[in-house]
């Protein structure tokens, strides 16, 4: 774990108990967005994926 999640966590740790939840279900929210793009990206042939603005702006890396 890196140190700045774990100072992440640290902060997270003096919320009360609901306002962790909800910062936990933001990122859970997040991690799984996440992961349904990759999965979509994975599935896309690359001449879709270049009408994309993302790809467009210059806001997508290869991985």
């Avoid at 349904?36 to 991985?63: N, V």
């Amino acid at each position: 774990m890196t140190r700045l999640i774990e100072q992440a966590f640290a902060k997270i740790a003096e919320l009360p108990d609901d306002e962790q939840d909800a910062v936990a279900a933001l990122i859970l929210a997040e991690l799984a967005a996440e992961e349904r793009w990759d999965t979509a990206f994975r599935a896309s042939p690359d001449h879709i994926l270049r009408k994309r603005p993302e790809y467009r702006c210059g806001a997508t890396q290869p991985r």
